[in-house]
């Protein structure tokens, strides 16, 4: 079976978001790990973009490292991204009609994997002459178990486990078919101590019928618009009809880094800030034409200083009550 051929931009797009999905969307690749139990699939996730009428061969390598034979046992589940974008739910029905009829179903039987043992084999993918723009999610999971009874010395726990592997696959119709990203919710106070830094959190939301990777920033600049701090986000991809936080880099790392740290929360901090300030987000997917533009206020007053201030009063004018008092106290008691 032939993949499918793409327009180089097409393909500059699909590395963008395969990218962004290995980077930053969560998967059971891995399952828990012992000596006779180690087992892994990869890739990890897989992103395809197909047109009505096209076919695809979607590769697998599952591996054993363990000491054990191990049963395994495919299952196929959908999935879709949590409110929040920061994992996935497993669905009990499977919605995914592009699993190729006429090709041998490769998980429709447990096959058996030896000790330092890896199966290599490929899912076919055919999607119908009449399909419609669709964004389908599909979870591959491989339950392995031991082929003896339990050796001594090692539990259940030891000798059962599952990876799996997500397959986002995008049924493109049109070049006009794009990701459509705005700015759902600024999550942050709009009044802070002058004392304190300015923090908020992002969240976007994907209304358009694939996914797409976040790209943009938040900047925070004074009232007279002298720029405080820019945080690009990282490049996370916000799947179809779902929501993310968007992420940032500390400043001193960069993408080209081997160990990346990206931050769910953007801060600015300074000695004393007093007065308003503003963070402007500007927001849009790889491909989107108009981004989305949010404006937020934020004021910053001495609240520390006000309440060490009413403190200080207080003292001075309980110190004052009770001087009156005793200076009072003893003059009376010199008659």
């Known amino acids: 079976?032939?993949?499918?051929?793409?327009?180089?931009?097409?393909?500059?797009?699909?590395?963008?978001?395969?990218?962004?999905?290995?980077?930053?969307?969560?998967?059971?690749?891995?399952?828990?790990?012992?000596?006779?139990?180690?087992?892994?699939?990869?890739?990890?996730?897989?992103?395809?973009?197909?047109?009505?009428?096209?076919?695809?061969?979607?590769p697998l390598v599952i591996a054993h490292e363990g000491t054990i034979s191990l049963t395994i046992t495919p299952k196929v589940r959908s999935f879709r991204a949590d409110e929040r974008g920061m994992g996935i739910q497993l669905e009990e029905e499977v919605v995914f009609p592009y699993l190729d009829p006429a090709q041998p179903n490769p998980f429709a039987e447990p096959f058996v994997l030896q000790p330092g043992e890896k199966k290599t084999f490929s899912v076919p993918i055919l999607v119908p002459t009449d399909s419609s723009t669709n964004e389908?999610?599909?979870?591959?999971?491989?339950?392995?178990?031991?082929?003896?009874?339990?050796?001594?010395?090692?539990?259940?726990?030891?000798?059962?486990?599952?990876?799996?592997?997500?397959?986002?696959?995008?049924?493109?119709?049109?070049?006009?078919?794009?990701?459509?990203?705005?700015?759902?919710?600024?999550?942050?106070?709009?009044?802070?101590?002058?004392?304190?830094?300015?923090?908020?959190?992002?969240?976007?939301?994907?209304?358009?019928?694939?996914?797409?990777?976040?790209?943009?920033?938040?900047?925070?600049?004074?009232?007279?618009n002298k720029e405080l701090a820019?945080?690009?986000f990282f490049p996370d991809s916000v799947l179809a009809d779902s929501s993310r936080h968007l992420r940032t880099l500390p400043a001193d790392q960069t993408l080209a880094d081997e160990t990346l740290e990206p931050t769910f929360t953007f801060s600015y901090k300074s000695p004393f800030l007093l007065g308003i300030y503003k963070v402007q987000v500007v927001l849009a997917s790889s491909t989107q034409t108009s981004p989305s533009?949010?404006?937020?206020?934020?004021?910053?007053?001495?609240?520390?200083?006000?309440?060490?201030?009413a403190i200080g009063a207080f003292l001075y004018i309980g110190y004052k009550v009770f001087s009156t008092k005793l200076a009072l106290a003893k003059r009376l008691r010199t008659y």
Not at 150 to 171: C, E, F, K, R, Y
């Open 1 to 58: 079976m032939l993949l499918p051929r793409y327009p180089t931009s097409l393909l500059f797009q699909i590395t963008l978001v395969s990218l962004g999905l290995v980077l930053s969307l969560p998967t059971p690749t891995q399952a828990q790990t012992s000596t006779a139990f180690d087992l892994s699939v990869s890739p990890p996730v897989t992103y395809l973009v197909l047109e009505p009428g096209q076919t695809a061969s979607y």
């Open 136 to 224: 389908a999610h599909l979870t591959l999971l491989f339950e392995g178990s031991a082929v003896t009874p339990p050796v001594l010395g090692l539990s259940q726990a030891d000798l059962t486990g599952a990876v799996g592997t997500n397959l986002i696959l995008m049924v493109k119709t049109s070049e006009a078919d794009q990701a459509q990203l705005l700015i759902k919710k600024y999550q942050g106070p709009h009044l802070i101590d002058s004392f304190s830094p300015i923090t908020f959190q992002l969240l976007a939301k994907n209304i358009g019928p694939i996914a797409g990777i976040a790209t943009g920033s938040a900047s925070i600049t004074t009232g007279s």
């Open 230 to 232: 820019n945080f690009v």
């Open 293 to 309: 533009v949010g404006n937020f206020q934020v004021i910053a007053l001495p609240f520390s200083l006000f309440f060490l201030i």
